[in-house]
Antibody, heavy 118, light 112 residues
Framework: EVQLVESGGGLVQPGDSLRLSCAAS????????MHWVRQVPGKGLVYIAH????????GYADSVKGRFTISRDNAKNTLYLQMNSLRAEDTAIYFC???????????WGQGTVVTVSS | DVVMTQSPLSLPVTLGQPASISCRSS???????????LNWFQQRPGRSPRRLIY???DRDSGVPDRFSGSGSDTDFTLKISRVEAEDVGVYYC?????????FGQGTKVEIK
């Protein structure tokens, strides 16, 4: 079965760190660019970061640049998002996705909830 | 960043009737390879988003043919020919031509 499964979310305090993981299965993870997208409940979708299939190309939204780091381990079929210096406004559901713009199959995880609150 | 503007933001529709959602971009979405990278997503309540349309008008596998996409350059439309109960949810356009990829605000489709 083709799937992405996120984990690592939780309740943290402002200034804390958290690492999200996204385990891929059922498709060729190492050949796909991957993205993190977040969504405040009841609000819209926002691109956070991306990484090319080989890790050579990365990008971030201005809102997380310098605080978040995307990485991947193709041997483990896993995507990561290291989140440092967390703020209340980072509270959201975080989705791992291929966010594909071409005909390749498009995949989304179920999301993991991050809550930043004192 | 490219701003994607959807309208309307709320769309009450009668079952069996058509629905149309507009999406406009602040810049041309024609890429240097000649393609236009405009996606449409559906997000049902409590679910992850699902891509319906890519490259303006290409339907994903398994997407009912009552969904169609059209448009060019900066002006795009998603149409549902006859709305069914399972179509309730929020619909987003997204441009993939320019980094960062950006989404519209979403259009909530509900049954009257």
């Amino acid at each position: 079965e083709v799937q992405l499964v996120e984990s690592g979310g939780g309740l943290v305090q402002p200034g804390d760190s958290l690492r999200l993981s996204c385990a891929a299965s059922g498709f060729s993870f190492s050949s796909r660019w991957m993205h993190w997208v977040r969504q405040v409940p009841g609000k819209g979708l926002v691109y956070i970061a991306h990484m090319s299939n080989d890790g050579g190309d990365t990008g971030y939204a201005d809102s997380v640049k310098g605080r978040f780091t995307i990485s991947r381990d193709n041997a483990k079929n896993t995507l990561y998002l290291q989140m440092n210096s967390l703020r209340a406004e980072d509270t959201a559901i975080y989705f791992c996705t291929t966010l594909e713009i071409r005909p390749s199959i498009e995949i989304w995880g179920q999301g993991t909830v991050v809550t930043v609150s004192s | 960043d490219v701003v994607m503007t959807q309208s309307p933001l709320s769309l009450p529709v009668t079952l069996g009737q058509p629905a149309s959602i507009s999406c406009r971009s602040s810049q041309s979405l024609v890429y240097s390879d000649g393609n236009t990278y405009l996606n449409w997503f559906q997000q049902r309540p409590g679910r992850s988003p699902r891509r319906l349309i890519y490259k303006v008008s290409d339907r994903d596998s398994g997407v009912p043919d009552r969904f169609s996409g059209s448009g060019s350059d900066t002006d795009f439309t998603l149409k549902i020919s006859r709305v069914e109960a399972e179509d309730v949810g929020v619909y987003y356009c997204m441009q993939g031509t320019h980094w960062p990829k950006t989404f519209g605000q979403g259009t909530k489709v509900e049954i009257k």
